[in-house]
């Protein structure tokens, strides 16, 4: 039996509270080493029918991340357009996200065509691949930050644009745009909260019974 | 700085490693201090915009637990018919779901109305809700691990059908059902590769470059 200690688990809650989105990164890099401890994780996830769906592209060359920021800036401008008010001051100033600033940018894609796994589990819920993938990025996110280093999932894209421009397989779903260095400062608090957008439920997740 | 040591990281990779998809339960109940100290870290979770979209249901009636079932269980014979020969009776062979065995048994829906967050990060990437789900469950099911509870995702299911089935509203999409309970062994090995469905990559996920 594989028990674990009671201060391990104390210090995995710890890890969770402290867990982060980050959009402010230090700019000095990540070594090789310790981003392959983190994708490490991503090989411990797991998948449907173990499809292992996860395509992962390391966004470094200038083009691809001039293209990358443009597609954030653009999305970014339409969202804003939608808001008004206060709220829209609030979102103007707002750092959505650390694309200028963070060493390692990773595009992380569902291969929704793969034959692994024979299709099963996703017969009727064929998003459990594009699921897998998430759970897999939850497994990174919580070994980097194990590590210190610091996490941003940028949504705020158009995923089939992005997709095209880094010239991936038209069947390849973008599940993610990683941003990932060493954070600025580390925060108990999102950083959405701190400025006023939306607060966390201090509850615990209510429990409908049926 | 809130670090966390090489013995904690350690760790962590084992919980990872020895995380499963379970589908043998023993009949003992999960006492509900257990169940909440699992689901204090939906709370933790990320979610777009702050938007905790989250809604959890305990599928606790013999009405609501034999839908639930029957549902699966249909699900399961159309998929079973989607496959030939040697594989057909592979499939056959597996056991792909503990909802005859696991106490606790948990719907959990994204609600995709909601107003909280307001849309922040999610217009272009409106899936980005059903996402923050998928996460909370990963840090749900770590958590659950860590006390060596079992969890088994079940997704060869109705998603539709069992919504309506459980009267929940239009506007919810479900995410996962979730069989928790204590394991009858604990693998290192996935059961679909030790019954000869699919084995994982050996390798480290490989890095695209662009």
Redo the contacts between chains.
């Keep these: ?5 009671q201060d ?2 104390n ?9 982060r ?1 980050v959009r402010h990164f230090r700019p000095d890099p990540v070594d090789r080493a310790a981003l ?1 401890h983190c ?8 998948s ?5 769906p ?8 200038d083009r ?1 991340r001039a293209a990358a920021l443009a597609n954030f800036r653009a ?1 970014n401008e ?2 804003l357009a ?2 008004d008010g206060d ?1 829209a001051r609030l ?1 103007a100033g707002l750092k ?1 996200s650390g694309m200028q600033d963070a060493p390692v940018q ?2 992380i894609f569902c291969d929704e065509a793969t034959s ?10 064929p ?2 691949r ?2 897998s993938v ?2 897999a ?3 990174f ?3 980097a ?4 280093l610091g996490v941003g ?1 940028v ?5 089939v644009r992005l997709r095209d421009d ?2 991936m397989p038209a069947e390849w779903a973008l ?2 745009y990683l941003c990932i260095g060493w954070p600025v400062e ?1 925060m108990l608090t ?1 950083e ?2 701190t400025k006023g ?5 201090p ?8």
Tied chains: 1, 2.
């Design positions: 039996m594989t028990q674990f200690s391990f688990r210090d995995l809650a710890k890890l969770m509270k402290w867990r989105d392959d994708l490490a994780a991503f090989a411990l996830a797991p449907v029918g173990l499809s292992e996860w395509r992962l592209v390391n966004v470094v060359s691809a999305a339409r969202a939608g808001y709220k979102y959505l990773l595009a692994k796994g024979a299709g099963l589990g996703a017969q009727t819920m998003e459990m594009r699921y998430v759970a990025i939850m497994n996110w919580l070994a930050r194990a590590q210190g999932w949504s705020i894209i158009d995923p880094l010239d599940v993610a580390e999102p959405l909260e957008w939306e607060r966390r439920d509850k615990l997740a209510q429990l409908l019974e049926r």
